[in-house]
């Protein structure tokens, strides 16, 4: 049961307070995209044992969705950060560095 | 026999007697009993049977680690199987009974099995039941369903009439256990000023230290922890609580502490249990060790018990398990247990030491009182059947020859203790083995971590592997300020100090004796609920079970109701032993939450009866209910079915319902419809995306269909889009989407196209809506007054703001049911209102309400798609034949390029027609169309099935829709369905609208 | 002409708490840039009130503002008069991207007085500690199994808001969590 800070309203929320959205990051795919990167969009998704970015949505607070970079193995989570972006945030990037030397996770790394 | 002692009893009050019956038996007890003390007290050693073999079974056991005293408790709605009578408090007017068993509990039919037992080893079902296969189903599994479980099941008509609650607690630090390491745990976090909550599963603080222990801090134990539990009453950061066990440790510092409020009072106000909900920044397991039982032959036998548990009933609850003990041990504290039934004038004939080792001050003291110690032995079998008679002693060194008779009625066995890590380990915490004391203990430097990636659980005490008294309170403060320090508070103060007593080293024997032959070995218990030997594990061991893990599961080792707790270290040990590998490599089973089984009331919480789930009522709610409504459950939603009138079936009322809106005049509550704004200088850009077709080109005053896809492709929602002005736009959802569709708006909002100006609300219960109906509308309109309702002022698809009767109300021109159709949003605050004088008014009308069916059918009559029923989450506009909905303008809208896919665009998707049955009759909901042959697996090929399927009262048949092969293609041809019962149904495909094919009802 | 009814027409429950329906509120929801001048502007006319830090609410009487997201407001007006007030904030809104929604009928509310704190950290996970939710903090939450906003005034009596639909199931929920015999004791 997880703990995880909402970074828009500021509540350390419960697990039970929000909604899991799946990976993070993901770049829209639409007409135009061949069907290889369009089922790349669709369905294709990273299951790594370590370092996760995830999309969660604080449905039972102020409604706000966020991303959270996490450990899937110690549950550590390395940080949370608004959703309207792209990347993680270089802080958080870095504070991984710090703690799993040689990460990476899709591009990032 | 068992009996009551003179002596007193540290936890009983002898000036209070209560009365309780075991198997219909009225016995004597005194508060603070368990109920195994006082089983014990009324010679009642039998009190169960167990699992496989139906054995006779004895209280082994002083507490949760119990795996033999398990009973049946109360009777009708509040009987419980399975309770553990070592952790039941006795009240007066308890009622309990033994439980796996035929006829008696004396007298057991099932106990062949035990002369079965040659035939029943590890993994018998495995074998047995797995040749021939067609024997599972009406042979093996009716079998094994009738011999499973031990107690029963409460019955089917019963309804636990307790409450239950959770209770949501935050705090610094959590500490779970109250014996003496817990206390000074909380007293170093406490007095740091720590926020603290310590929980003691038991009614009693300290733990066992007052039964074994000397002196802390110089004075008596007793003394110390009521000046301890004083010092920890005065502090306002601590909170005390008994009978609350911590029951499992989580993500992230969440634990849920199981709260029993009045199982000892037994029935009375209030909730029963408590689940909490700990949120806890740090916690500390101070949960105290467990004693291992001995590997002998016979060591099952009622009679045969942990040594401290003998001396725990003669001390605590002044009850002793028998006259002669002997004592059979690997260790020095099990000497405690021969003191002790000496101290209570008891005899002692003998104490079976494996070890040969030099006195300590434990072993003087009992020899110094006349005890045979005899070093370097062991016992060979116990005597005896449902009571222990006597024992056989042997040498540890040879293969069992006997060499002397001892004629006791109890054995108190000690295999050495085991530190009670299941919490630590709940979430993560590693363990290391620890040679000395042969257990595995916690590992701090591998602990469960929390969100920020440091420790949360700290072990304290026993349960860190601190067996000595002084060394346990020792680690148990230090714990406690390190879990001060980690909360960031500055610990003070200065541990308790006991002195210990010199003990010699444990000698691990997991087998006794060491050479003992199959045998014996098939009379020595690892596992006494599940009935596992030492020999089915060494079985399991030679058929190639490595993993424990799979020993585990095959032998059933510690799959029982206590969950292993005495039989897990012993179980692995032979494991190791047989497979030659150190214990550490074998390692531990999995510890699971919880740490013993809780109600499943608790785990229900509040969430029974009434409040068992959110009712949502619309604001005509109680109108409805009024008027002898017949609820249809919609989602969370209660929505009116229809309204029987008196003698009238449901069918008839529905009937009469679906008539009556064609031909005079319907209301329906239809305020459950999704109500979405959706406002900004992007709203229609935004809408463009989220419909399958244009809703930026709606005008003003103008209300549009429109369907909505998810990215896949797939079709999730319709409804009704209005466009209030430029800026604005207010979308109408299905019931069911109000939320998840506004929802996706959100997400869409915030997470892809976060620089587009739209904001979004979901008003969906600021306003009651009235869909009313039927070629009276106009006229039950007409006569409330207040806005012009005329076709040329409002007409079909459009809206308008204005008033009715008086009351502000806002008018949308569309029809879900091909008749002239007004739906009036009102304010939920005055929608009862409205919809009273509607009814009224409309009764010159000849107005009926009609429900949820009546709804169906109508839509259904006129080929309209409902959303779930020719929805499914896989199918696209297309199937539907909705292409006129799908804008070929945009560039872009969700689910447009899924729907390009090539399995979107097969020809051989099945497609929305009308189905006509040639007898009249309705086809069964979901039938499937059959085709020609059989597929690769054998099954009826099919090529279509049923959607929705209504009795139309107007058309007076059968009228369905389905999706099929090729349908449209095939107009006139006819269909065979299949029912469940084996016959079929045939019909034509026909067009999906059954009724004014034209639409010139609607429009007027 | 007859009045708007709240959804429980006032109810009221004693148990170790009291729990009191409290009839319709006026409640307009605001979203829009919360840093603007016109919309602070805009809901501070509207109230009296001043705008709130991040999850705080500023009440006096039947009006207030709540901050309630970063975009979004919750004003809090007599029930009498939001028709009048959101025509207000919306002309004061004009040419903003904001948006200004009456809510009034959509929502039920509960007064809780005794130790609500208990009553409440039954049904919520939200930390009920008086140090983690101050008198005047909004915290949007679950009651049970439906979303649900309280926040407690200086003498520690909550007001609790819910869906006006579940304002049965979140009456009976309060009802059984405040019973005589289950008082906690914790707070």
């Known amino acids: 049961m997880l703990i995880l800070h909402c970074p828009n309203c500021g509540v350390m929320a419960d697990e039970t307070e929000l909604t899991a959205g799946g990976e993070a990051h993901i770049k829209r795919e639409t007409v135009g995209s061949d069907d290889a990167a369009f089922e790349q969009y669709l369905f294709q998704r990273e299951n790594p044992r370590g370092v996760h970015f995830e999309r969660w949505r604080h449905t039972s607070g102020c409604g706000k969705w966020f991303h959270a970079a996490r450990c899937t193995a110690s549950l550590e989570v390395f940080g949370t950060y608004p959703a309207q972006t792209v990347e993680p945030p270089k802080e958080i990037t870095d504070k991984i560095t710090a703690k799993r030397p040689g990460w990476s996770w899709r591009s990032f790394s | ?62 507490g949760a680690e119990e795996p033999n005293a398990l009973v049946n408790l109360g009777e009708g709605h509040r009987f419980e199987p399975n309770a553990r009578a070592t952790t039941t408090e006795v009240f007066d007017g308890l009622k309990a009974g033994s439980q796996n068993h035929f006829p008696s509990l004396e007298f057991d039919v099932g106990a062949i099995n035990q002369h079965l037992s040659r035939f029943l080893p590890a993994g018998f079902y495995y074998k047995m039941f ?54 000074t745990a909380a007293l170093a976090a406490g007095r740091a000023g720590a926020q603290v909550i310590l929980c003691e599963q038991t009614a009693d603080w ?109 001390i605590n609850y002044g009850v002793s398990a028998g006259d002669r003990t002997v004592v059979v041990t690997n260790n020095d504290d099990a000497y405690r247990t021969a003191i002790a039934m000496l101290d209570a004038g008891l005899s002692v004939p003998a104490v079976i030491d494996v070890r040969a080792t030099p006195d300590t001050p434990l072993i003087e003291r009992v020899k110094s009182r006349g005890v045979r110690v005899m070093q370097g032995m062991a016992i060979a079998k116990v005597k ?135 045998k014996l070995r098939s009379k020595m218990w690892l596992d006494y609920q599940n009935d596992v030997k030492v020999s089915d594990v060494q079985l399991a061991a030679q058929e190639g079970y490595e993993s424990v893990e799979h020993t585990k599961r095959y032998t059933t080792l510690g799959m029982a109701t206590d969950q292993g707790k005495l039989s897990n270290i012993n179980g692995l040990a032979i494991l190791a032993q047989e497979l030659n590998a150190p214990i550490p490599q074998v390692g531990t089973t999995t510890f699971r939450p919880p740490y013993t089984p809780i109600s499943m009331g608790a785990i229900a919480g509040e969430a029974k009866g009434e409040i068992f789930q959110p009712l949502r009522r619309t604001p005509m709610h109680d109108w409805h209910e009024a008027h002898g409504v017949y609820w249809e459950p919609v ?94 736009f207010l979308c109408h959802t299905t019931s069911g989407g109000a939320d998840h569709i506004h929802a996706h708006m959100e997400e869409w909002l915030q997470t892809e196209w976060w620089d587009w100006q739209v904001h979004v609300a979901n008003v969906t219960e600021q306003y009651g809506q009235i869909a009313v109906v039927g070629p ?33 109300v806002r008018i949308f021109r569309i029809s879900f049911s091909g008749e002239l159709s007004y739906e009036i949003a009102v304010d939920a605050g005055r929608a009862q209102e409205l919809w009273e004088l509607l009814h009224a008014n409309g009764q010159q009308f000849g107005v009926m309400p009609y429900g949820t069916e009546a709804l169906h059918i109508l839509r259904a009559e006129k080929g309209f798609i409902m959303i779930g029923d020719e929805t499914d989450g896989t199918v696209i506009p297309q199937d539907l034949g909705l292409h006129w909905a799908l804008s070929k303008k945009k ?114 | 002409m007859s009045e708007a009814v709240s959804a429980l027409k006032s109810a009221e429950y004693q148990g170790f708490a009291r729990v009191s329906e409290c009839g319709l509120r006026g409640m307009i929801t605001v979203r829009g840039d919360l840093a603007s001048r016109k919309l602070t502007k805009a809901v501070e006319d509207a109230t009296g009130q001043q705008m709130p830090k991040p999850r705080m609410v500023n009440t006096d009487g039947p009006s207030g503002i709540a901050w309630m997201s970063p975009d979004e407001l919750l004003v809090m007006v007599p029930y009498a008069d939001v028709t009048g007030k959101l025509a207000q904030i919306d002309k004061a809104l004009a040419g903003e991207f904001a948006m200004a929604v009456n809510v009034s009928d959509a929502r039920a509310v509960f007064a809780l007085n005794g130790n609500a704190r208990e009553v409440l950290a039954k049904l919520s996970p ?36 819910c869906f006006r639909s579940v304002a049965h199931y979140v009456f009976d929920l309060l009802k059984a969590a405040s019973d005589p015999s289950s008082d906690v004791g914790y707070f």
């Open chain 2, 1 to 62: 026999m068992s009996t009551r002692l003179q002596t007193k009893g540290r936890l009983v009050n002898r000036d209070r007697q209560i009365s309780f019956s075991f198997n219909g038996k009225r016995l004597k007890a005194y508060e603070g009993d368990t109920l195994a003390s006082a089983l014990l007290a009324n010679d009642q050693m039998l009190v169960g049977r167990s699992f496989k073999y139906h054995r006779p079974r004895g209280v082994v056991a002083s």
């Open chain 2, 130 to 183: 797995i040749h021939p296969r067609p024997l599972w189903k009406h042979v093996y599994e009716p079998f094994i369903r009738q011999s499973a479980g031990l107690g029963k099941a409460p019955d089917a008509e019963t309804r636990d009439p307790d409450t239950y609650e959770y209770f949501h607690a935050h705090t610094d630090v959590l500490i779970i256990g109250g014996g003496v390491a817990g206390l």
């Open chain 2, 206 to 314: 300290g733990g066992r230290a007052a039964v074994d222990g000397d002196e802390i801090d110089g004075m008596p134990v007793e003394e110390w922890i009521k000046n301890a539990l004083q010092e920890l009453e005065s502090m306002k950061n601590i909170t005390l609580r008994t009978r609350m066990m911590g029951a499992g440790v989580y993500d992230h510092g969440y634990v849920l502490c199981y709260e029993r409020l009045t199982d000892h009072i037994g029935p009375s106000e209030g909730p029963r249990h408590r689940l909490w909900k700990v949120r806890a920044k740090q916690v500390v397991t101070a949960t105290g060790a467990i004693e291992r039982p001995l590997s002998f032959a016979g060591n099952d036998i009622p009679g045969v018990m942990l040594a401290s548990a003998v001396r725990d009933y003669a």
């Open chain 2, 384 to 518: 005896g059947g449902k009571r222990v008679t006597g024992v056989s002693v042997c040498s540890q060194a040879g293969e069992g020859a006997v060499l002397e008779d001892i004629a006791c009625d109890v054995v108190a066995m000690s295999g050495g203790w085991s530190p009670v890590v299941h919490l630590w380990s709940h979430c993560g915490g590693k363990l290391t083995w620890d040679e000395a004391g042969a257990f595995f203990r916690p590992d701090p430097t591998r602990a469960p971590l929390s969100f920020d990636g440091t420790p949360f659980v700290i072990a304290a005490g026993s349960a860190n592997g601190e067996m000595d008294e002084g060394a346990v309170l020792a680690d148990a403060y230090t714990m406690g300020q390190e879990a001060a320090k980690r909360v960031g508070a500055t610990p003070k103060g200065a541990a308790p100090t006991a002195k210990d007593t010199a003990q010699a080293p444990l000698l691990p024997v997991w087998m006794m004796p060491q050479g003992a032959s199959y």
């Open chain 2, 635 to 728: 989602g969370h939603w209660r929505r009116p079915y229809c309204y029987p009138q008196s003698g009238e079936s449901h069918e008839d009322a529905v009937n009469r319902e679906v008539v009556n809106t064609r031909e005079n005049l319907g209301l329906l509550d239809a305020s459950t419809l999704g109500k979405l704004i959706v406002k900004g200088p992007d709203a229609g850009k935004f809408l463009d995306m989220l419909y399958t077709n244009m809703m930026s080109t709606l005008k003003p005053g103008r209300c549009r269909y429109g369907l909505m896809c998810s990215e896949n492709g797939f079709l999730m929602d319709d409804g009704v889009v209005a466009r209030i002005d430029d800026d604005t």
């Open chain 2, 776 to 808: 009276k509308a106009r006229d039950v309109l007409q006569s409330l007054g207040g806005m012009d309702v005329s076709k040329e002022a409002l007409s079909f698809m459009g809206w308008a703001d204005g008033t009715l009767g008086g009351i502000p």
């Open chain 2, 891 to 1004: 560039a872009d809208y969700l689910g447009k390029r899924a729907q390009q896919r090539t399995h979107m665009t097969d020809p051989d998707r099945w497609l929305l027609v009308g189905l006509e049955t040639v007898d009249g009759s309705v086809i069964p909901d979901g039938a499937y169309a059959t085709g020609e042959g059989t597929n690769a697996n054998g099954q009826k090929v099919v090529q279509g099935r049923v959607t929705s399927t209504y009795y139309s009262a107007n058309l007076k048949r059968g009228i369905a829709m389905g999706l099929v092969l090729n349908g449209p293609d095939r107009m006139g041809e006819q269909l065979t369905f299949l029912k469940t019962d084996g016959t079929a149904v045939h019909a034509r495909i026909v067009d999906p609208v059954f009724y004014d094919k034209e639409g010139v009802k609607q429009d007027v």
């Open chain 3, 126 to 161: 939200a930390d009920m500690r008086r140090s983690a939710l101050p008198a005047g903090e909004m915290r949007r939450t679950r009651l049970a199994q439906v979303p649900a906003a309280f926040f407690a005034d200086a003498d520690d009596a909550f007001t609790v808001v």
